[in-house]
């Protein structure tokens, strides 16, 4: 039995850092997200019972080193007792680099996992999975604006603005193509523990959330890009004064900030997002894409550009019993 399921990365606006509790995955703060176009991850799952061992290949190269997180993630999907499967994945934009590919990966692989197994989840309950291998990913499991809670016991997301209604655009700047030093949940505990900052980011965000839904609600572009900006420094300001600091960001990341300040001093639509990694997502009006584009691929160390609109949620694409 297979199939393949298809999700695109969501870019969190108001931001996920920090968890309550550990071995569930529960977020300690609430987050907002835009789920991408573009970008995405193609996850075919093949359950396969003769096979000794899970077996997962990354754009067609074995990946032995994220296989653990997949295995987990297979088996939250269809219990312990499950068929081994052999997984492969592709994605068309840098992995394991702060574009949230851990997000549209494991969205993808729970949603390909269950209609393998022809199991009838809900987005609810795929969503719940899929969280519980990567907080973000569980946002995938929507299309538009989205938002994952903090309150409750278990996984929580809501969809708050479909794409039609609000039809924004992302340009992504990549910076640099590596893999990022710290992984995000070992990074959160660091931040966590150490970081004098990390209680007030906690009391500061239900603030957030609230301005960023009403900014949503009436589509107020200005509104939105003023809190998601503070927002995203503030998270970034927990990180740098974390021990060891976590410094996710390049010379050329501030170089894209500095553009994208100089756009907005010209009067552009436009407002900057950074996760954990290097690269620089700028959120703008349909019309400024193609000016925001050309200014971030002009900023000196731009590696690459890929620009988006918002997108579907993650979903199956192809589906066959053997
Ligand atoms: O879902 P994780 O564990 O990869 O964490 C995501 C953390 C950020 O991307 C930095 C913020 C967010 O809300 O997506």
């Known amino acids: 039995m297979q199939a393949t399921a298809v999700a695109q990365p969501n870019i969190a606006l108001i931001k996920y850092w920090g968890k309550r509790d550990l071995p569930r995955n529960l977020p300690a703060v609430g987050s907002i997200s835009i789920t991408l176009s573009d970008l995405y991850t193609e996850v075919a799952v093949d359950l396969m019972p003769e096979l000794p061992a899970d077996t997962l290949l990354v754009n067609g190269t074995e990946a032995p080193s994220m296989l653990a997180r997949i295995s987990a993630c297979l088996d939250r999907v269809l219990g312990a007792q499950r068929p081994r499967a052999a997984v492969s994945s592709t994605s068309n934009f840098p992995i394991a680099a702060g574009l949230a590919s851990s997000a549209s990966a494991f969205a993808a692989t729970t949603v390909a ?4 197994a022809k199991l009838p989840l809900t987005t609810a309950e795929l969503s719940r999975l899929a969280g519980a291998a990567s907080g973000s990913a569980a946002r995938s499991l929507f299309g538009g604006f989205a938002e994952l809670s903090n309150a409750g016991d278990t996984i929580e997301v809501r969809p708050l603005r479909d794409i039609e209604s609000w039809p924004l655009e992302v340009v992504v700047a990549i910076t640099e193509t590596g893999s990022k030093s710290t992984s995000s949940t070992k990074a959160m505990e660091i931040s966590r523990l150490t970081s004098p ?71 552009c639509n436009v407002f900057f997002t950074i996760d954990a990694g290097p690269q620089v997502k700028a959120v703008c009006l349909p019309g400024e894409v193609e000016r925001v584009r050309r200014a971030l691929a002009d900023t000196a160390g731009v590696q690459a550009i890929m620009t988006s609109s918002l997108g579907q949620a993650a979903r199956v694409v192809a589906r066959r019993d053997d």
């Not at 996992?113 to 393998?116: E, H, V």
């Not at 209680?199 to 603030?207: A, F, I, M, N, R």
């Not at 939105?224 to 927002?231: Q, S, V």
């Open 197 to 267: 900052f990390y209680d007030s980011w906690l009391q500061q965000q239900e603030h957030d959330l609230d301005i960023a839904r009403a900014a949503i609600e009436q589509c107020d572009f200005a509104g939105l890009a003023n809190i998601a900006e503070h927002n995203c420094l503030k998270m970034h300001s927990v990180m740098w004064a974390s021990r060891p600091p976590m410094v996710y960001w390049n010379t050329t990341t501030m170089r894209c900030l500095q553009t994208v300040r100089r756009l907005q001093g010209e009067g």
């Open 113 to 116: 996992a269950a209609a393998a």
